[in-house]
Structure formats: C-alpha cells, structure tokens
C-alpha cells in the first residue's frame, strides 16, 4: 500500500512539473535496487497518476506538452475565458 501511495505522489509530481515525465522517473527508480513486484506496483501507479495530472501544467499554466498540444488547445482558451475549472 505504501508503495501504490509512493507511485502516486511520484506521479503527481511529474505529471505536474513540465519537462519531467514519469519514464524519467521510473528508469532512477530501476537503479534502486527495488524487487520486481514492487518496482512494478510504483511504476504501474505513476504512469497511471501522470496521466491524469499532465493536464494541469498543460491548461493552466499554457505549457502542453508535444503529445498533447492540440488536446489541450480548447482548455486553454477556456482558462483565458475564466472557464478553466469548468
């Protein structure tokens, strides 16, 4: 369980800072000596968490990344509106 909370907090976190991504992260994480099963149940969650936090720095803050640039196109506009949490 700690290990999913782990998971989610570093995703979060590099879904949240632009230019980090969650592949960055997993490939230090695989140097630390952590078990498979673990090291699967962290990376698993992080990717998952980056996903869904990717977004954020994306719409508010008009820095998308590559992949998602057209997606969030509309987000932004709606920021600049004052829609950004609709």
Do not use: C, W, Y
């Amino acid at each position: 369980m700690l290990l999913l909370v782990a998971g989610i907090l570093l995703g979060m976190v590099a879904g949240l800072i632009p230019g980090l991504h969650s592949n960055t992260l997993a490939a230090a994480l695989s140097g630390m000596g952590i078990s498979g099963e673990d090291a699967a149940v962290v990376i698993i969650a992080m990717f998952g968490a980056h996903a869904m936090f990717s977004f954020v720095p994306s719409i508010f803050l008009g820095i998308p990344d590559e992949a998602v640039t057209l997606s969030v196109l509309p987000g932004q506009r709606m920021t600049r509106d004052g829609k950004g949490i609709d």
